[in-house]
């Protein structure tokens, strides 16, 4: 992989999600995801998922971090999906529908030799669920 080879670390440690209603997300992760948040403040809120950590941004705080590329607003459309491996995508679906969740789509088995199903945070995040087949 390049990012080794170049002696780069080879795990992604942050995700910043930058998100137009931050007490509306947090309360998604929370509660809907299950995550522990492990800092916060005024403008943010960071959850623990694994050994990656999930930082919530408030959007109005976002261009200073990357400017100058502009801030995508909700309803520009997807532009990436996060996926998390689990055991049983068919018992998290249920789950997710019992918390409220709409599924965009699945579960679905792929040709890939995975089942799948995608969702999206309130702020258009999208999320993927995927079982490896044996």
Not at 24 to 38: A, D, G, H, M, N
Not at 43 to 68: K, M, R, W, Y
Not at 105 to 120: D, H, L
Request: net charge negative.
């Amino acid at each position: 992989m390049w990012m080794t080879t170049a002696g780069w670390a080879n795990k992604i440690t942050e995700i910043t999600l930058f998100v137009e209603d931050l007490h509306r997300s947090k309360v998604f992760y929370q509660e809907t995801l299950e995550l522990e948040i492990i800092y916060e403040d005024e403008s943010c809120a960071v959850f623990d998922h694994g050994n990656t950590s999930i930082n919530l941004l408030d959007q109005s705080n976002a261009h200073e971090l990357i400017e100058p590329a502009q801030v995508g607003h909700l309803g520009d459309g997807a532009r990436f999906q996060f996926t998390i491996q689990v055991p049983d995508v068919d018992r998290v679906c249920d789950e997710l529908k019992l918390r409220g969740v709409k599924l965009l789509n699945g579960p679905i088995t792929r040709p890939w030799g995975r089942r799948t199903a995608c969702f999206s945070d309130p702020d258009g995040h999208l999320w993927e669920i995927a079982q490896v087949l044996e």
